[in-house]
T-cell receptor, first 112, second 109 residues
């Protein structure tokens, strides 16, 4: 089944404790992206990747890191999480940046 | 700059028809996506318009006017399960994606 998976689905952590949210797709898509969604603000793009080893900043990259060492995986790293990073995070993939995006189920992160 | 404008909320009755409008201003434009998102869930693809005009897909239709920077999503025979947010997303041709806040649709019995 074609899908985008994210782990964990739910995470409660404390300020400053490094964490990684994994994202994997099995559709051989070139493009992958991370978004955060906060009430009333819609989806905001954090980082995106056009292909392996090629990443760039979205609109809200501060406090986040990404890597794209393999085509299928695009992990999101929070080196030192803060409470303002409490949010719902979605990973997405598409054939290219201009195609339909397929979203993972989301990761609800709470930083205390 | 880039701007997407949709109504924040709409309410409609089961069985009725509702039209969700979207106006956009972008630096580039190749087409327009509509996504549906139920509360707490991932967005899912509904439609993509490249050319002007109406495209029909079952109960859902989407219209595009490139010259006016305008699109709408038409939902017919509304069902309770259509209660969701609807996201208008211009394809600017670049790698960045801009989502508006979307329109929250409430369907009442």
């Amino acid at each position: 089944e074609a899908q985008v998976t994210q782990n964990p689905r739910y995470l409660i952590t404390v300020t400053g404790k490094k964490l990684t949210v994994t994202c994997s797709q099995n559709m051989n898509h070139e493009y992958m992206s991370w978004y955060r969604q906060d009430p009333g603000l819609g989806l905001r793009q954090i980082y995106y990747s056009m292909n392996v080893e090629v990443t760039d900043k979205g609109d809200v990259p501060e406090g986040y890191k990404v890597s794209r060492k393999e085509k299928r995986n695009f992990p999101l790293i929070l080196e030192s999480p803060s409470p303002n990073q409490t949010s719902l995070y979605f990973c997405a993939s598409s054939l290219s940046g201009a195609d339909t995006q397929y979203f993972g189920p989301g990761t609800r992160l709470t930083v205390l | 700059g880039q701007n997407i404008d949709q109504p924040t909320e709409m309410t409609a009755t089961e069985g009725a028809i509702v039209q969700i409008n979207c106006t956009y201003q972008t630096s580039g434009f190749n087409g327009l996506f509509w996504y549906q998102q139920h509360a707490g869930e991932a967005p899912t693809f509904l439609s993509y318009n490249v050319l002007d005009g109406l495209e029909e897909k079952g109960r859902f239709s989407s219209f595009l006017s490139r010259s006016k920077g305008y699109s709408y999503l038409l939902l017919k025979e509304l069902q309770m399960k259509d209660s969701a947010s609807y996201l208008c997303v211009p394809n600017t041709g670049g790698f960045k994606t801009i989502f508006g806040a979307g329109t929250r649709l409430f369907v009442k019995a």
